[in-house]
């Protein structure tokens, strides 16, 4: 089992920054990917930022510039860095851990999700 514990979350106003943090534990074999996703109401899930295990660091055109990923691949916890907020960036926040967990004598993959964090930028 795997699980993520998210921190981070909360109402700041327009213009201000918060910093988001995804504790990762359990029986971890090798990870993939981590990275944040989004959802707004009424809206699909979205990815955020995410860094894979080949040092490749993806961002959301909407927030290039004004978010950053911690780049320190498979260390715990995982940051998310959120400058410049803008009430289009409320929603609730989930962190997404991928990989492949020690399970028997033959690594298991796995797609884990935090409970998620709600961010509310206020205007």
């Known amino acids: 089992q795997v699980q993520l514990v998210e921190s981070g979350g909360g109402l700041v106003q327009v213009g201000g920054s918060l910093r988001l943090s995804c504790a990762v534990s359990?029986?971890?074999?090798?990870?993939?990917?981590m990275g944040w996703y989004r959802q707004a109401p009424g809206k699909q899930r979205e990815l955020v930022a995410r860094?894979?295990?080949?040092?490749?660091?993806d961002y959301a055109d909407s927030v290039k510039g004004r978010f950053t990923i911690s780049e320190e691949y498979a260390r715990s916890p995982v940051y998310l860095q959120m400058n410049s907020l803008k009430p289009e960036d409320t929603a609730v926040y989930y962190c997404?851990?991928?990989?492949?967990?020690?399970?028997?004598?033959?690594?298991?993959?796995?797609?884990?999700w935090g409970q998620g964090t709600q961010v509310t930028v206020s205007s």
């Open positions: 997404n851990v991928v990989g492949y967990l020690v399970d028997g004598p033959v690594p298991q993959p796995f797609d884990s």
């Open positions: 860094v894979t295990s080949r040092g490749i660091i």
């Open positions: 359990g029986n971890i074999y090798s990870l993939n990917a």
